[in-house]
């Protein structure tokens, strides 16, 4: 079982793929991260594929929360060579693709890092976030996302993983949501004020 920690004490099976919900500025990020924080605690790999801020960024964030430095942690990061650093190259904390659209390369990159934890170095329980779908369907149409995730959250489920994805529910109309929602074990709901709330399979 996964521990999502506070404030949602809560657990999940192995190979749980949940759909983070919520308005834009309602802590979705911020709750995914906080979730990952729960298992670098208990010594488990956490894998951030973030199409919204550099690896950087996201290392900061982190930062916040525990000591990414020693732990097995990684990005890939989107974002940076869309944005011209050319230089940005690979290591074993940070992959990069050459832009948020780059599905391919996400997928590749993120088996990469995946392998290199669950094989190499033998850590068997991994924890995923992938920020934001919203920014995927900017780029692509929804049956190409779907595709994607189909075998984005296959690939979690084959290592026993846990993924989350977040999405801002405000920027997607209800075949959108409902369309992806297909793809996930669960739902958990942020809020602008108030506690998140969560759909978890049984």
Known sequence: MY??????????????????????????????????????????????????????????????????????????????????????????????????????????????LLEEFYETQGIQRNRVVLDSLSTLLMYSDLQTVFRFLHVFTGRVQSVDGLGLYAIDSGAHDDKTMNTLKQLFDGVIETHEDGEPTANLPR
């Open 3 to 112: 521990d999502l920690g506070p404030p949602l004490n809560a657990e999940v099976d192995e190979g749980t793929n949940l759909l983070l919900s919520g308005p834009a500025l309602s802590g979705k990020t911020e709750l995914a991260f906080d979730i990952l924080a729960t298992g670098v605690s208990n010594g488990e790999g956490a894998i951030v594929v973030s199409n919204t801020d550099g690896a950087k960024r996201v290392f900061e964030d982190l930062s916040k929360r525990f000591d990414y430095a020693d732990n097995p942690v990684a990005v890939v990061d989107c974002v940076t060579r869309q944005q011209g650093v050319n230089e940005a190259r690979d290591d074993s904390q940070v992959r990069y693709t050459s832009s948020p659209v780059d599905m391919t390369g996400v997928g590749i990159k993120f088996s990469e």
